[in-house]
Nanobody, 115 residues
């Protein structure tokens, strides 16, 4: 099993930045894919970005060029650097791990972009 704990959310003005962290309870070296998803009120959860154990990344079109996903295997942590934030980025952000063909989710962290 994998437990995931997200942190780093908060309130930021448009154009600002946040860095989200996802700490895993086991070595992420053994986790095939980790990713960030988000869910805004009244909307479905959507993919933001993923990263494989080999370091390959994938991004939603809406965040390309603004967000960067990375992983630190030594700290068992995945990050999401979010720059040039827009009000439409406001959502609860969830970390997901795919381990032994099962999905594991964290509780999420809220990011609010507002002036």
């Amino acid at each position: 099993q994998v437990q995931l704990v997200e942190s780093g959310g908060g309130l930021v003005q448009p154009g600002g930045s946040l860095r989200l962290s996802c700490a895993a309870s086991r070595s992420i070296f053994s986790i095939s894919v980790m990713g960030w998803y988000r869910q805004a009120p009244g909307k479905q959860r959507e993919l933001v970005a993923t990263i494989t154990s080999g370091g390959s990344t994938n991004y939603a079109d809406s965040v390309k060029g603004r967000f960067t996903i990375s992983r630190d295997n030594a700290k068992n942590t995945v990050y999401l650097q979010m720059n040039t934030l827009k009000p439409e980025d406001t959502a609860r952000y969830y970390c997901k791990a795919v381990y032994h063909w099962k999905d594991y989710w964290g509780q999420g962290t809220q990011a609010t972009v507002s002036s």
